[in-house]
């Protein structure tokens, strides 16, 4: 008898801040749709998060925060394998292993570290390496043993990350041309979004919404800071009665991702004739969004409690994750004459 092998996805989150509403609708609902079919694992890639987050504080919290966001948001932790990158620590003895067949030019071209130089370039630093650390350096590597150790077939990433699986799949073969005889690592193949343009949600200022613009609606903000936040999206000075073109506006455009379709058409049909203003408009968002949210939230709150059951969910993803690694980097070692 043949049976169909399914494949396996895996993507790692990076705590680098609470989750926004922008994170949701462009990561973690696409991802969530995505995991009906092939066996999914997911991780929160804390370690990666070093390299820029030095606050022990915020890099705990950020990480309970974004683990408690995708379980609130509804992924399975028993159908998936949801871990902490940092509670895997077969990854990190990989780690070295792999940067010895990691070619030092590949890692010279990588964007992350590239931008970094060029803004050293473009301050008239000298040194272009200034203020650049290895880890910033050497992130491609271990990203590529977070997708290795796994044996992932597929990683589904933004365009942004597309290089570094190109890295991953390049190192696979690295090894894979010295050891292939005795063990092959698994090559794995990056999915980016074709179109993820209507995805792209505008934040407070009406540019793309992004922690790095300070203009994020936070997704699990308390009711009375969301209201707060959405009353402060500028609009124009168009007065209530006069038509309006609902697509020019972020606080349409923030409706359309949450309201259902006769809602946004009612809306829509209201704003063009004229006689709903921007304000009505934004309350009308912000009832939406509670609705949507309210139910996510109270789960969120809960988990996030100290105590809560959110560290033995991953605690139980941890030994999960643990039982796949082990007997890859057990064959590596093998393979390269260690232990
Ligand atoms: P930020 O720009 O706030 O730092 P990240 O780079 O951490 O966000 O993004 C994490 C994920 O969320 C990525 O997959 C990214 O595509 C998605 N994402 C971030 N901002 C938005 C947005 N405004 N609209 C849609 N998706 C977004
Ligand atoms: N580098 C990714 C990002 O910044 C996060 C990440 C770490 C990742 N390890 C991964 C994504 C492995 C996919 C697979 O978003």
Same mark, same amino acid.
């Given at each position: 008898?043949? +049976? ?6 895996? +993507?790692?989150?990076?705590? +680098? ?52 966001? *995708? ?109 292939? /005889? ?22 407070? /200022? ?71 203003? *921007? ?61």
């Amino acid at each position: 008898m043949v +049976t169909a092998v399914s494949k396996v996805s895996l +993507t790692g989150i990076k705590p +680098t801040g609470e989750p926004h509403l922008g994170n949701f609708i462009g990561a973690i609902k696409p991802a969530l749709e995505l995991a009906g079919g092939a066996e999914s694992i997911y991780f929160i890639a804390d370690y990666h998060a070093l390299t820029s987050v030095r606050d022990p504080e915020l890099l705990g919290r950020w990480t309970r925060s974004v683990a408690a966001t *995708w379980l609130a948001a509804g992924l399975d932790p028993e159908r998936t394998i949801f871990y902490r990158q940092s509670d895997v620590p077969e990854i990190f003895e990989l780690h070295w292993v792999l940067s010895c067949f990691s070619a030092k030019g590949l890692m010279n071209r990588a964007h992350a570290y590239k931008a970094a130089r060029d803004r050293n370039r473009e301050a008239g630093v000298e040194e272009l390496d200034a203020g650049i650390n290895m880890g910033l350096f050497n992130y491609p590597v271990l990203m590529a043993v977070d997708i290795l150790i796994m044996e992932a077939d597929l990683v589904p990433v933004g365009k942004d990350q597309l290089q570094h699986v190109e890295y991953a799949a390049d190192i696979a073969g690295a090894f894979n041309a010295v050891y292939g /005889d005795s063990f092959k690592l698994k090559v794995p193949k990056a999915v980016v979004p074709t179109e993820d343009t209507g995805r792209t949600l505008p934040g407070t /200022d009406g540019r793309k919404m992004s922690k790095s613009y300070n203009n994020t609606i936070p997704l699990f903000a308390p009711e009375a800071q969301l209201r707060k936040t959405v009353r402060r999206i500028p609009t124009d000075s168009t007065p209530v009665e006069a038509p309006k073109d609902p697509d020019s506006s972020a606080v349409f455009q923030l409706l359309s991702h949450f309201a259902d379709h006769k809602k946004l058409a009612e809306v829509r049909t209201r704003l063009e004739a004229g006689g709903m203003g *921007w304000g009505e408009l934004k309350n009308t968002l912000q009832v939406v969004l509670s609705e949507q949210l309210s139910p996510m939230r109270e789960r969120y709150d809960a988990l996030m409690q100290p105590g809560s059951e959110l560290e033995e969910l991953l605690a139980l993803g941890a030994a999960k994750a643990r039982r796949r690694a082990q007997p890859v980097l057990e064959q590596v070692r093998k393979a390269i004459g260690i232990g």
